[in-house]
């Protein structure tokens, strides 16, 4: 078996795949690596997933196209330079890791009809996809009645905990409260003024923000304003801004108006290197549209920077940097999407097999250590345990990092107190 | 013009037969149930463009804003089957159990008036058929009493549409938000998930969609059906002969609206849940496609225009992830040049005319009495 080349390691792939593995001392150790080598398929699946004695599939879902495939991109990019590495590493159970790649198109009801087919026809073993709330709302009743596992990359307002679904990115209370409370301290900030897109995520987050400023911190929110998805008018509440003079601004306006909402701060003479303003929604990749002279100065929040100095990012960067071109910016869900197959594949081991049931169970305490934001656990409601992190944008649209709590901080998904 | 006594004539009731072959038979045979599922789906927009036959391709009235009436239809069916999911012991973990999640994440701690009728099955079917029809009576009053049509009115439709999307979005502690109302699992204790229930939910679908064909039929066929024609082709004269014609549109608009209701309740059923992106502008204006590529003045073509649309966005998307949106331009592009009347253009051209010389030839070789089947072939607009 193993003396056959592997068929899905062909010469452009294979090339890619070299380069992009480099980094991984496994490589050259296994000059080809060999795949069928695992435990017998009848033990390893016991419920009709696509295993066979080389392969096992798993699903990719994302927007590809509409408009989230800006932000699902880097996710899509991710998930398969994982998959990559994987198999270049010897795969999963000693299987090769085959994905299905199917395209949300922004429209959750697609994300459902796919899910469903991923998981029927296809009899994937996990899927690693969506992005928007929504979208995750739409497929997870799917994955709960098909008894699938999806790993799921974005930061999102918490509410929810499911057998079927690992959580990779940070839930509300574990992006939120750290960065307010640095700010609150090093900024002796007390007034804050809250700007949201209009739908579940910011609401949410602002709730269990607004909660912890007035009952932890003590201080006021002297403003709370919610704008349509896809606004680009921001001119009004930049006004009232003014008038408010609030210690902090803290944004989580999502997508293509965040271009907007900068440059019109930018225009009314709101100098961000004076003017606090945190943000929970821009990673490097908002800022390739926003532009890095535009938004120098903010604060932003979240649990990875594509700048990180720690040895597994200075080895994650370039190998994903090598495969999907040196101009790439790398995020925050982009790293977290980066997390799913790799869980996924731990869990598994762990696990001694593909069954859902048995990685459902599995998964608490399974930990990452080669993660690029450093080092990730499973919590025993399907989040992940992580630092969270404040960075300042700088001219070049990257974060210098500012902060980083000492611990890692356990997921809440539903806080007592914040709701 | 002779109005034919007979309520299908013979190219009409082969077609009819072949699409009961194919909905009832062909397809629940052959397909797996997932794929049957789709269809389902798929079948959900044939309802929303027979109502454009009705009202555009026979009454002239471009409405793009179909997508409004599939909503609230949908609506008011996920919001039974959201009270009925929201049952106090399946939400005991909310800070006020009973009521749907949403609400009660936005800070909501008793139902909302407007969702109290959906606690009763009877009242729910009722709203899904008399909302949307309030609706479109008040918008077809206001309009077309001061003789507002044409663009116009297409376009007003359209600015509805997106009105009704952000109101849905904006209040999204009493609808959901942009996620719309989801995780519908029962209706009236039975499980709606299971295949076996979508098998069922099929054939309650297809035996609606022939109630509609029918309805449409019979409109088509009676005088009103001819005023609607006569109104598309010369308004002025109609008014001036003393019909109304403001009623008559109200009453094709109105129409399309419960037509629309039905099948987007029928969504909501097969595919277990609502969302804002089923109202909005680019629904609406898909929904005027799947009736131009049937072809606008075909009923059947309606039917086979949505499955066929449908389908193609499905395997296109399934096989190029990155491109197929392409794929369905060309698509759309190819029909509306090459094939103006759509599906129906390209049968009636093409495959009609022969089957109608293949018969009229084997009646002339076997019989002494002529036929005038090319005559009753087609109704004459």
């Known amino acids: 078996m193993s003396d056959e080349p592997n068929k899905g390691l062909r010469s452009p792939l294979r090339r890619k795949l070299l380069m992009g593995a480099a980094a991984l001392p496994l490589v050259s150790i296994l000059p080809r690596p060999s795949f069928g080598a695992g435990p017998a398929t009848a033990t390893v699946n016991t419920t009709g997933l696509a295993v066979t004695d080389t392969e096992v599939t798993v699903g990719i879902l994302h927007s590809a196209t509409g408009t989230m495939a800006i932000s699902e991109t880097g996710s899509i990019q991710a998930e398969k330079l994982a998959i990559e590495q994987i198999n270049a590493a010897g795969g999963v159970l000693g299987r090769k890791i085959k994905f299905i790649q199917e395209d949300g198109a922004s429209d959750w009801p697609t994300f459902a009809e796919k899910a469903k087919k991923l998981l029927v026809n296809d009899k994937v073993a996990a899927i690693m996809g969506c992005w928007t709330s929504a979208s995750r709302k739409a497929v997870l009743p799917v994955v709960e009645q098909y008894n699938g596992m999806l790993y799921y990359p974005t930061f999102y307002e918490g509410l929810e905990q499911s057998k079927n679904v690992i959580y990779t990115g940070q839930e509300a209370t574990q992006q939120i409260l750290a960065g307010l409370n640095w700010i609150a301290k090093e900024k002796g900030a007390k007034s804050f003024f809250f700007i949201g897109s209009d739908y579940i995520w910011p609401r949410t987050s602002n709730k269990i923000a607004r909660k912890h400023v007035e009952n932890v911190l003590k201080g006021k929110v002297v403003g709370e304003e919610y704008y349509a998805l896809g606004s680009t008018q921001f001119n009004s509440v930049i006004n009232k801004i003014k008038l408010t003079k609030p210690d902090v601004i803290f944004t989580d306006v999502v997508g293509g108006s965040n271009v907007a909402f900068y440059k019109q701060l930018k225009a009314a003479g709101v100098d961000l290197s004076k003017q606090a303003l945190l943000t929970i929604s821009v990673t490097e990749d908002e800022i390739d549209g926003i532009g890095g002279e535009n938004i120098a100065g903010a604060y932003a929040c979240m649990k990875y920077f594509q700048s990180l100095d720690n040895a597994n990012n200075k080895t994650f960067v370039p190998a994903f940097k090598k495969m999907w071109g040196e101009k790439t910016v790398i995020g925050d869900v982009t790293q977290a999407g980066y997390l799913g197959p790799w869980l996924w594949k731990l869990t598994c081991e762990k696990a001694g097999s593909f069954d859902v049931d048995k990685i459902a169970a599995a998964s608490a305490g399974v930990e990452f250590k080669e993660a690029p934001e450093g080092y990730v656990r499973i919590h025993e409601n399907h989040h992940l345990w992580s630092k969270t992190r404040v960075g300042r944008a700088k001219l070049d649209g990257q974060f210098e990092l500012i902060f980083e709590t000492a611990d890692l901080i356990e997921p809440d998904p539903f806080p007592k107190g914040y709701q | 013009m002779i109005i034919n006594s007979r309520f299908f004539n013979r190219s009409e009731l082969i077609g009819f037969v072949t699409l009961a072959l194919l909905l009832f038979l062909i397809l629940p045979l052959s397909l797996d149930a997932f794929r049957l599922n789709l269809v ?116 007003i439709t359209q600015a509805i549409a997106a009105i009704l999307t952000i109101l849905i979005v904006g209040q999204q502690g009493y609808t959901g938000g942009i996620n719309g109302i989801t995780d519908l699992r029962t209706l009236n204790g039975w499980d709606i998930r299971t295949d076996h229930a979508k098998f069922i939910l099929y054939f309650v679908e297809v035996v609606l969609l022939f109630g509609c064909i029918v309805t449409a039929q019979f409109i088509r066929l009676t005088k009103l059906g001819r005023i609607l024609v006569a109104m598309r082709e010369q308004e002025d004269r109609v008014r001036f002969s003393g019909y109304s014609v403001a009623n008559f549109k109200i009453f094709a608009f109105c129409a399309a609206a419960i037509f629309s209701a039905i099948g987007g309740a029928l969504f909501t059923l097969e595919v277990g849940f609502m969302s804002p992106s089923f109202v909005g502008i680019v629904p609406s204006i898909e929904m005027v496609i799947y009736t131009a590529v049937g072809g606008r003045m075909s009923i059947f073509g309606a039917v086979y225009g949505s499955l066929l649309v449908n389908f193609a966005k499905t395997t296109l998307s399934e096989s190029f992830p990155q491109l197929w949106l392409f794929g369905l331009g060309a698509l759309f592009i190819a029909v509306v040049l090459a094939f103006p009347n759509g599906l129906s253009g390209i049968w009636a051209d093409h495959v009609q005319s022969r089957i109608d010389r293949l018969i009229s030839s084997i009646k002339r070789k076997s019989g002494g009495w002529t036929s005038n089947s090319v005559a009753d072939g087609a109704p004459a607009e």
């Open chain 2, 40 to 155: 389902a789906k798929y079948l959900t927009y044939a309802f929303v463009a027979i109502g454009l036959v009705l009202c555009w391709g026979y009454g002239g009235i471009l409405s793009l804003g179909q997508g409004m009436f599939f909503g609230l239809g949908g609506y008011c069916m996920a919001m039974f089957l959201k009270l009925e999911a929201s049952s106090v012991e399946n939400t005991k973990i909310q800070s006020t159990p009973g009521i749907p999640d949403f609400m009660d994440w936005n800070q909501i701690t008793a139902l909302p008036f407007f969702w109290k009728p959906f606690h009763s099955f009877p009242l729910t079917l009722l709203a899904i058929v008399l909302v949307p029809t309030l609706f479109a009576f008040i918008i077809g009053t206001a309009m077309f009493k001061r003789r507002v049509g044409g663009v116009y009115f297409a376009i």
